[in-house]
């Protein structure tokens, strides 16, 4: 299997070919393999359950990596791997790691189906812009909830007033500020040992990941992400992430979002290119951990029918063939405050529980506002545990996501964006207003009516 150095070789050495050529050679690939392998996407049964079809995008995935490499577009040469350097990096790749310290520590699982274990959940509003005077009551929302079991953070947007901007040395403090207030967040209600997810989310660059390699700032029990461009790239600022996640012990995490209509054609084309990312960024990245994150060219969310059915296929192949440890992202169109919101939760929840997925937390308006709090993640980990301990089928899910999808189907093209943290929440006490408090339990009343039986 490669390590970094061979990787780095191969970037300086590889295939050469122009950006946009890539571009188009892998959308020219992925139309034929779609065809070839008979993906279909159902927009009825969003949760897949047909293992010949997982099975055949697994195959069709490596066959993508074998015609297409990952490209360094700073060199414009492809990173190519055998065939047997992708199964072995898969093979290798823990199937259970202890994330966390102490009492606090969680197992994180490379799933398979009904394998008897519950997802792991993730905590917190991925990439979404915080402001300095909100961030730590934003994040004590999700640290509150019991049954999250790892958190990510937000991104801070501004140090005492000024913009954080890509590649400046505000970049650097903001990581290091975004971690105390996660540690303090965290040690405010009696969880100082919880994995911090995905840490040094404030920073677009490798100065954010190389400024808090500190015990003070990320743990060696916490992990940090190391992005996958869209679509099947890399470059400088990612493979020197990857340099310093080799040298600093903590975990690793990638991220691919793979683009529903871009260049990897249909939702069918995506679920290929985005198991092709999972398989190379294991073997380029050497990480533990993936975070899958489907991108709708139209609407963002995963909430839509073509992203959940799109996590679905990818897990349930994984699942399958290789398991590995993927966490599954979980935007949303609608923000807190919003009924919406908290339907889209629920739906993902079913999706991502069924198909052997982790989760990667919600981010609530697709994390471009700070409309966002713990209680529609609440909702989300409520609605695992009760799939997993009613021991719901794929049918049975896919008839409540039919059910669920209706009832905020009409704010994929007008979102309900919501109330920003301060107007669903008490800064001061850390709880919901009694208007979004009640519309919480309005919907998991009518979410208990469709089915649902909440444990809590």
């Known amino acids: 299997m490669a390590d970094i150095f061979e990787v780095l070789r191969r970037a300086e050495t590889g295939d050469y070919i122009k950006e946009d050529d890539f571009n188009m050679k892998l959308y020219k690939t992925n139309k034929r393999l779609v065809k070839k392998y008979g993906i279909k996407f159902d927009k009825e049964n969003v949760i897949l359950s047909d293992d010949t079809m997982a099975s055949n995008l697994f195959d069709a995935a490596l066959e993508l990596c074998d015609e297409m490499g990952m490209l360094c577009v700073d060199t414009s040469r492809v990173i190519r791997f055998t065939r047997q350097e992708l199964l072995q990096a898969l093979e290798q790749a823990p199937k259970e790691m202890l994330l966390g310290e102490g009492k606090d520590a969680r197992v ?26 909100l961030f730590l009551p934003i994040m004590m929302s999700y640290a509150k909830e019991p049954l999250i079991d790892i958190i990510i953070p937000g991104s801070l947007v501004s140090i005492e007033g000024m913009d954080v901007k890509t590649g400046g040395p505000l970049e650097i403090r903001a990581c290091r ?8 967040a965290l040690t405010r209600y009696g969880r100082p040992g919880t994995h911090i997810y995905a840490a040094g989310e404030s920073s677009a660059t490798e100065l954010g990941t190389l400024a808090i390699c500190n015990e003070k700032y990320m743990r060696t029990t ?34 691919m979002d793979p683009i529903i209509g871009g260049f990897a054609g249909g939702v069918e084309g995506a679920a290929i290119v985005g198991a092709a990312a999972i398989m190379l960024a294991t073997a380029a990245y050497g990480v533990q951990m993936h975070c899958l994150h489907a991108i709708h060219n139209k609407y963002v969310s995963v909430s839509t029918r073509e992203g959940m059915w799109m996590d679905s296929i990818i897990g349930r192949a994984f699942a399958l063939r290789s398991p590995i440890a993927i966490l599954a992202d979980a935007w949303t169109t609608c923000g807190a405050g919003t009924e919406e919101v908290l339907y889209e939760a629920a739906a993902l929840a ?41 021991g719901m089928t794929e049918e049975q899910g ?5 059910r669920i999808f ?15 943290f301060n107007e669903v929440y008490d800064v001061k006490t850390i709880e919901p207003t009694p208007e979004w408090q009640a519309m919480y339990d309005k919907v998991k009343a009518d979410l208990t009516e469709m089915g649902i039986q909440f444990r809590f």
């Not at 896919?398 to 039919?402: A, G, M, P, S």
């Open 406 to 420: 209706k009832k905020y189907e009409h704010t994929l093209d007008n979102p309900n964006l919501g109330k920003p």
């Open 222 to 255: 916490d992990s940090h992400m190391i992005p996958v461009l869209s679509e099947l790239k890399t470059d400088n600022i990612r493979l020197s992430r990857v340099m310093t996640g080799s040298e600093y012990p903590a975990w690793t995490t990638s991220l």
């Open 108 to 133: 994180m699982r490379a799933r398979r189906l009904h394998d008897g274990h519950k997802m792991c959940v993730c905590g917190g509003c991925p990439g979404t812009p915080l402001p300095e005077e």
């Open 398 to 402: 896919n008839d409540l996501i039919r």
């Open 177 to 184: 500020q975004e971690m105390l207030w996660m540690r303090e």
């Open 350 to 390: 079913i999706a991502q529980e069924l198909s052997a997925l982790n989760t990667d937390s919600l981010g609530s308006t697709n994390g471009v506002y700070p409309n966002c709090s713990g209680l529609e993640d609440r909702l989300f980990a409520e609605t695992v545990d009760a799939v997993f301990h009613m």
